[in-house]
């Protein structure tokens, strides 16, 4: 399963007989048009492509997360927020790695278009399982999000305490300096 992402020739036609074979396929496919294969199957590369399109969008989401967290992992003392970051990172990096097995290139077989039910079965599994990872892949954005959120509100927090000097908070015992990623300039 893992490694079919690096079949890179799977379902490529290797030279003219098999292309020829494979229009052949396509042609038996879609030219009865009394029966509801072709609609089913246009159905399902549509679900396909609106998880590629969605996956695809997540991935950007992602970039510009682990951006903004490697600028600011740079500057950031090891501490519990630098680890709060660390762990954002690692969230946006697995969903990445997910996105990317969603917008793998898969293509049917010219034996596999000849065999209608077993061609339909497999496009479902494939959409099944595209969807089941763009979810786990989604659901680990959101965490490192929430993550960075809650990371982000503390260090704003203890920012703001010793920027408006309050004094009904000690800020060195609730945010000491070099935690959280606060940086004091005397």
């Known amino acids: 399963m893992i490694f079919?992402?690096?079949?890179?020739?799977?379902?490529?036609?290797?030279?003219?007989?098999e292309r020829r074979d494979q229009i052949t396929a396509l042609d038996d496919a879609f030219k009865d048009t009394n029966t509801k294969?072709?609609?089913?199957?246009?159905f399902l590369y549509e679900n396909l492509s609106?998880?590629?399109?969605?996956?695809s969008s997540l991935l950007t989401f992602n970039a510009l997360g682990l951006a903004a967290i490697s600028f600011w992992l740079n500057g950031v003392s090891t501490?519990?927020?630098?680890?709060l970051l660390d762990i954002g990172f690692l969230f946006?990096?697995?969903?990445c790695l997910l996105c990317l097995w969603v917008v793998h290139l898969w293509w049917s077989t010219t034996g596999l278009l000849q065999q209608r039910d077993v061609h339909l079965?497999?496009?479902?599994?494939?959409?099944d399982r595209r969807t089941i990872q763009y979810r786990i892949a989604w659901w680990m954005s959101f965490l490192a999000v929430i993550l960075i959120t809650v990371a982000t509100v503390i260090h704003s927090l203890g920012v703001a305490c010793y920027a408006m000097e309050l004094s009904n908070i000690?800020?060195?015992t609730t945010f000491p300096e070099g935690s959280w990623g606060i940086k004091i300039v005397h």
């Open 4 to 17: 079919e992402i690096f079949k890179i020739r799977q379902g490529v036609t290797q030279n003219d007989d």
């Open 50 to 55: 609106i998880l590629d399109s969605k996956a």
């Open 170 to 172: 000690d800020c060195s």
């Open 121 to 127: 079965q497999c496009v479902i599994k494939w959409r």
């Open 92 to 95: 946006f990096l697995l969903s």
């Open 79 to 83: 501490d519990l927020f630098h680890v």
């Open 37 to 42: 294969y072709s609609e089913i199957y246009k």
